[in-house]
């Protein structure tokens, strides 16, 4: 509320705005009028009492501030949306009857101290204490976009920190938290130091404080605002609307449960600010009637196809939206263009949200909220934690033992836990599954998903797969199934698309076609050409129209996305810098990675990802120094990379893997494929080689042959350019050592590609002497020619493999060469 009138027009009281400046009323006055003082300005009586109602109210929560002179200037008040939260010590009446007064108030002490710290923790400030309970703000003197999430958030941390404090008391504390959200008005600052009080007047701290008497102990209890701007960031209990002392209507409530696991930019940026949909009716109501047959169990998927930027994720996230209100559990899957080669990456990440992993975390901790996870998703057993552990890269632990298994049954185990996941989170709330980007599938993933598939009917899973039209999913063809490729919009839906961009305001005629001419139906073209053109100073706003002061020029308009988002970046050309080392790390990178490598000085590098983020090219989640960002669209990712110099970009990919092998070890471990990658691209192949070997026996080690064998002839590939000599030759067998045993298992050791590989073995052996993998490399050699009937071949191989087993004298491999040349002969 900025002044009297606004005040009085959210009375419906307008009228009186005139009159009431005339006689000098304004907010610092307002709840000083008596009713005499109303009557004197005229108010009719059936307003004068709704407004002294309303002063009524205003003082109700002014009412716990102190009215003297350290009343907060009304004039510098401001009107803003603010998140109010009430935390309250459970039992703290019997705790003080059963304490000394001193003990009592050194428990008081450290548990407002302990609130302070997380509170601060997430963005917030204490605004005063009250007895033993704490009121505080959050948006407040700073408004972030997320601060009813970090409101939230700090609320579940207050319930779970609290019962941890070392009091002396017989039982843990206990805390109850009340969150709600609402347009408030706030004035200055009083006092300093860890109290700082804001008058805050407006309903929501009052329905804050309710809802924190409503809240089980232990638990927190938000308002319907709050959960509206937190959308699917967490899963809440309804808490259905509750009679409140001070409200005529029941108030809805919600409990909050805990943090859903949701992440990357779609839940980030759109889940609450989701732009509209044009164009997609038949899809989406397609889709719902699906959800609606899963609600009821009947299990079903949809497969949507289209080329980039048609509109895949974009669907997703609108049923995702849509379906919102309905208790269901949701999951998203990522698979990224630069892990199609990670075996299960994108459950290891659906895990890793959903469990909330935190850069920072040990690795004992990491394991406990794993532990919790599985819990709450009805997973039971050691092994199966062991297992999940072992997914997630996390050290042995004494804990759960990972029993001895093969590799094999390793990965056979865990693809069978991280189904049953999926089934028994299926058992308690219809899920919602998700998994974007399917052409970019690892194997491995793609052997779960295809069982999941097949099993979908029995389960009450809506899985949504999202692919380019270039994906041939393995399975057969379901009647449960559904495949929906997404044709590009029609010219009225690409036109809504420009208007949404432009605010409403129209481009000449002229422009608007050539827009929708070139960009064809592909919305994401439509969007980035719009903006283009925006940006590019051909248009002039008046009266609320675009107009061209001059004739169109011929090439003014990029013809193609990749013209048009290259010339955005251009046309940003500091931040152009930016975007382009965020490229070279991936579709998404971390601050503090872009910070290590940039190069550039923080204040500069923060205010140039500002400018992208303002300009939409990426999205940010989370706040500087823990902020990743992700680009808008892989397209938008791919033209920043290519619009680099060759010779700046393997610069890049340098210092990145730097910047990894510093700081990051835990992905060093994890992916080095991820190193292995930036190492080639930047040209440090023999490095890069044996982080392809690693990433290769990493794979081995899952039983993911598939990605080892990619990795492998990555390696290979690599190696290929290193100059000609004996050290080239003995990383190479090192690969093709590593890679036959691969195809054995993936394809047969008579198949062509593990004999070409044996014997590209052999000749490498030839050309080393006689180092140690040669034995082997004659025995596959000989098998493979056996198996295949290659007799002159068999013969001549099994005679050098008798000679080499008798030389080092091998005696089971001299027992296996007689009987090979038993089989020949
Ligand atoms: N039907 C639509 N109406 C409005 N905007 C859309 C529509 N489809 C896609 N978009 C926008 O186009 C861009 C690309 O869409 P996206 O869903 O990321 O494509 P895909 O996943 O198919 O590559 C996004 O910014 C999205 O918001
Ligand atoms: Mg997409």
């Known amino acids: 509320m900025k002044d009297i009138a606004e005040w009085l027009a959210s009375l419906d009281l ?22 005499n003082d109303l009557e004197e300005l005229g108010v009719l009586l059936g307003h004068r009492r709704k407004m002294l109602r309303a002063i009524a109210e205003l003082q109700g929560e002014a009412a716990s501030k102190p009215q003297t002179s350290a009343e907060p200037g009304r004039d510098r008040a401001e009107r803003r949306q603010l998140t109010v939260m009430f935390c309250d010590l459970v039992g703290s009446t019997e705790l003080s009857a059963r304490l000394d007064p001193e003990d009592m108030g050194q428990l008081v002490a450290l548990f407002h101290h302990r609130i302070a710290e997380v509170i601060d923790g997430y963005q917030g400030i204490v605004a005063r204490y009250m007895g033993d ?24 941390a207050l319930v779970e920190a609290v019962p941890n404090l070392q009091t002396g008391a017989e039982a843990p504390l206990q805390v109850r938290v009340g ?43 938000i308002s319907a605002s709050t959960r509206r701007l937190t959308g699917g960031q967490f899963e809440y209990r309804d808490r259905g609307p509750a009679a409140l002392k001070g409200w005529a ?6 409990q909050v449960l805990r943090t859903s696991g949701v992440a990357s930019r779609f ?52 049923l995702q939206e849509r379906l919102l209100a309905e208790p269901h559990i949701s999951l998203h899957y990522f698979c990224s263009a630069h892990h199609t080669n990670s075996a299960l990456l994108p459950f290891v990440g659906q895990l890793e949200r959903a469990a909330q992993f935190e850069r920072g975390d040990t690795p004992a901790e990491k394991l406990a909220k794993l532990e919790m996870l599985l819990v709450q998703s009805a997973v039971e057993g050691d092994q199966a934690v062991a297992l999940l552990a072992n997914l997630l890269s996390l050290p042995p632990s004494d804990r759960y033992r990972l029993p001895e298994l093969s590799p094999q049954s390793r990965k056979e185990k865990t693809l069978a836990v991280l189904l049953s996941r999926l089934e028994g989170l299926a058992a308690m709330q219809p899920v919602l599954m998700i998994f974007e980007d399917v052409h970019w599938i690892d194997p491995t993933s793609l052997e779960l998903l295809t069982v999941m598939v097949d099993q979908v009917p029995q389960l009450r899973v809506l899985l949504l797969i999202n692919a380019r039209p270039e994906f041939a999913p393995p399975w057969p063809h379901y009647a449960h199934v559904t495949t929906v ?17 432009t605010g409403g305001k129209t481009l000449p005629e002229e422009v608007m076609n050539q827009i929708l001419a070139r960009t064809d139906g592909v919305p994401l073209f439509v969007e980035e050409l719009t903006k283009t053109v925006l940006e ?21 308009i990029p013809t193609t996305l990749h013209d048009s988002l290259i010339a955005r970046l251009d046309r940003f050309a500091p931040i152009r810098e930016v975007a382009q080392i965020g490229a070279v790390v991936g579709r998404s990178f971390s601050y503090e990675l872009l910070n290590a490598v940039a190069g550039i000085p923080r204040e500069k590098l923060e205010e140039a990802l500002g400018q992208l983020v303002l300009s939409e090219l990426i999205f940010r989640r989370g706040e500087i120094p823990h902020a990743v960002y992700t680009f808008k669209h892989v397209l938008v990712r791919d033209a920043a990379y290519s619009s680099l110099l060759k010779a700046r970009r393997a610069n890049l990919h340098a210092a990145i893997a730097g910047a990894f092998e510093q700081r990051f070890p835990e992905i060093v471990e994890a992916q080095p494929e991820t190193l292995a990658h930036h190492l080639t691209e930047a040209g440090l192949i023999e490095k890069a080689v044996s982080y392809w070997l690693k990433a290769s026996k990493n794979a081995v080690q899952r039983f993911a042959n598939l990605e080892a064998i990619a990795h492998l002839q990555r390696g290979i590939e690599t190696a290929g350019r290193l100059p000609d000599n004996l050290g080239r030759d003995r990383l190479e067998l090192d690969l093709q050592f590593t890679l036959g045993p691969c195809l054995i298992a993936t394809q047969g050791p008579a198949s ?6 044996f014997a590209r073995g052999r000749e490498l052996c030839a050309r080393l002497g006689d180092p140690p993998e040669y034995l082997q490399v004659m025995f596959w050699l000989a098998t493979g020619s056996v198996i295949r009937g290659e007799l002159p071949q068999a013969r001549e191989v099994t005679a050098i493999l008798l000679g080499l087993a008798e030389a080092r004298n091998d005696r089971p491999m001299l027992i296996n060469a007689i009987r090979g040349l038993g089989m020949i002969l």
């Open 179 to 221: 969150i709600a959200t609402g347009v408030v008005l706030v004035g200055d600052l009083i006092g300093e130091g860890g109290s700082q009080e804001q008058a805050v007047v407006g309903e929501t701290p009052n329905l804050a404080a309710r809802l924190q008497v409503l809240a089980q102990p232990g638990t927190v209890v």
């Open 485 to 501: 490729a997404l044709t590009r919009l029609s010219r009225p839906d690409g036109a809504a698309i420009i208007k949404r961009i």
């Open 752 to 757: 062509s590609t593990a004999i070409a590989t």
């Open 249 to 254: 209507e029941p108030v809805p409530a919600w």
């Open 536 to 556: 590019s100073g051909l248009l002039q706003e008046r009266d609320g129209h675009y107009v061209l002061e001059h004739p169109l020029p011929s090439l003014a």
């Open 14 to 35: 307008g009228e009186y705005a005139q009159r009431f400046a005339e006689n000098a009323i304004d907010l610092s006055v307002i709840r000083d009028l008596t009713e």
């Open 133 to 156: 309970g704490v009121l505080a703000y959050f948006g407040y003197p700073q408004a972030h976009e997320d601060d009813a999430e970090q409101a939230v958030r700090a609320g579940l």
């Open 267 to 318: 839940e980030a940026q759109h889940e609450s600010k989701l732009t509209p949909l044009f164009g997609r009716d038949e899809e989406i109501e397609l889709l719902l009637r699906r959800w609606r047959g899963v609600s009821q169990g009947e299990g079903r998927v949809v497969v949507l196809t289209g080329e980039p930027g048609i509109g895949k994720s974009h669907i997703t996230l609108a």
